[in-house]
């Protein structure tokens, strides 16, 4: 069983920072690919960012390159997206997914994740 657990969400002005985190077991980290999708009211779900566990292999979608992170810490068996510059149109619920996949790509629909996590909500103000 994949348990995924989010932490990290807030309310932050445009511009600041906020650092995500996607608990995790040691084995799924290992094992799987882990992706942050996120959800803004109104719209589909789209992914951000992934990881794979095996190779530590990131990829992002274009519109946060530069400026979201993807890392992995392993003694911490967490999943972390920090995010920096953000602006209101980034105001959504973020979730990590789960699967085991050799690679990832950010921009993969979300219907490939077998795992989610609950969410948590980011807000970001003008």
């Known amino acids: 069983q994949v348990q995924l657990v989010e932490s990290g969400g807030d309310s932050v002005q445009s511009g600041g920072s906020l650092r995500l985190s996607c608990a995790a077991s040691a084995s799924t980290l290992e094992r799987y690919t882990i992706a942050w999708y996120r959800q803004a009211p109104g719209k589909e779900r789209e992914g951000v960012a992934c990881i794979v566990g095996l190779t530590g292999s990131t990829h992002y979608t274009d519109s946060v390159k530069g400026r979201f992170t993807v890392s992995k810490d392993n003694a911490k068996k967490t999943v972390l997206l920090e995010m920096n510059g953000l602006k209101p149109d980034h105001t959504a619920v973020y979730y990590c997914?789960?699967?085991?996949?050799?690679?990832?790509?950010?921009?993969?629909?979300?219907?490939?994740?077998?795992?989610w996590g609950q969410g948590t909500q980011v807000t970001v103000s003008s």
């Open positions: 997914a789960a699967a085991p996949l050799p690679a990832c790509n950010a921009d993969a629909p979300s219907g490939i994740f077998d795992y």
